[in-house]
């Protein structure tokens, strides 16, 4: 596992696994990884801390890159690090590529990373009654 500083040639998007699992409707890692593919056609990590499973899309960054998420999908960049593992692996235990970047500077475009983000909000919302409604 190498730790590789953010911000110089891309960034990540670090997204709640529950996110992601409403998103494509299941847990299972092999559909996950189907989902990710087809909707994102980049990179992706998956750690699971011990707060649960997170997801960290990598995307490109420049002066001037905006980012629409909220506190829990934060866009990391510049100060922060990420332990990248190394390329063939691609399945637990730790870290691991859900998607393994394919060629130089590919990356999941943020508009993406976005749109899958409130897809997962959207399945949670659909999902959750609001409080007091149980």
């Not at 990884?33 to 087809?38: I, P, V, Y």
């Not at 990420?82 to 590919?106: F, K």
């Not at 508009?111 to 897809?119: G, S």
Request: proline share 10%; with cysteine; glycine share 10%.
């Amino acid at each position: 596992m190498a730790l590789l500083p953010l911000g110089h040639r891309f960034a990540a998007v670090r997204v709640p696994g529950v996110l992601v699992h409403a998103a494509a409707g299941t847990d299972m890692p092999e559909q996950v990884a189907d989902m990710l593919r087809a909707v994102l056609d980049g990179p992706v990590i998956h750690d699971h801390l011990s707060a649960g499973p997170v997801y960290y899309a990598l995307v490109a960054y420049g002066r001037g890159t905006s980012w629409w998420g909220a506190d829990d999908t934060p866009l990391l960049t510049t100060g922060s690090y990420l332990g990248v593992p190394v390329l063939h692996r691609i399945a637990p235990p730790g870290t691991y590529w859900v998607i393994p970047p394919r060629y130089r500077n590919d990356l999941c475009s943020r508009e993406a990373v976005f749109d899958l983000i409130l897809k997962g909000r959207r399945q949670l919302r659909a999902v959750t009654p609001p409080p007091g409604r149980a």
